[in-house]
């Protein structure tokens, strides 16, 4: 198993940053412009990655202000799970992190590690501009 994560720390309280994770249609704004063809629910989004494939993820598990978990809702080129996880750093600071891990072979790792570290680190960019303000 690959797995590929990073971290940022937010000035926003861990309820904040949770409740937002936690909504699939918020996770829009996250996304980089290689991302078309996005649709969501609370629970689950779809989308495009140009170039590349569809991919429809879905909320396996949510544990409040602690974790959101992701997983395909439908089959994927490769077994991958997405997990946000929150832990406070005081009343008015969070730490968030993006954890993906994939079952990628060989190839596929030496293909698909960059653009998905990449990905990861662009998230959490994304995420802490759009609380942060």
């Known amino acids: 198993m690959t797995v590929i994560k990073n971290q940022v720390?937010?000035?926003?309280?861990?309820?904040?940053?949770?409740?937002?994770?936690?909504?699939?249609?918020?996770?829009?704004?996250?996304?980089?412009?290689?991302?078309?063809?996005?649709?969501?629910?609370?629970d689950e989004a779809r989308f495009t990655i140009q170039n590349m494939a569809k991919l429809a993820l879905k909320v396996d598990r949510r544990e409040e202000n602690s974790e959101v978990v992701f997983v395909p809702a439908e089959k994927a080129p490769f077994d991958l799970t997405l997990r946000w996880r929150v832990t406070t750093r005081g009343d008015a600071a969070t730490t968030a992190e993006l954890i993906i891990e994939?079952?990628?072979?060989?190839?596929?790792?030496?293909?698909?590690?960059?653009?998905?570290?990449?990905?990861?680190?662009?998230?959490?960019?994304?995420?802490?501009?759009?609380?942060?303000?």
Request: net charge negative; with cysteine.
């Open 9 to 42: 720390s937010i000035d926003k309280p861990i309820a904040a940053v949770y409740a937002f994770l936690a909504d699939c249609n918020n996770h829009e704004q996250l996304m980089p412009e290689s991302i078309h063809d996005w649709s969501s629910t609370r």
């Open 102 to 133: 994939a079952d990628l072979n060989m190839m596929m790792k030496m293909l698909a590690l960059k653009p998905l570290q990449k990905l990861v680190d662009n998230q959490l960019e994304a995420l802490k501009k759009t609380l942060e303000g």
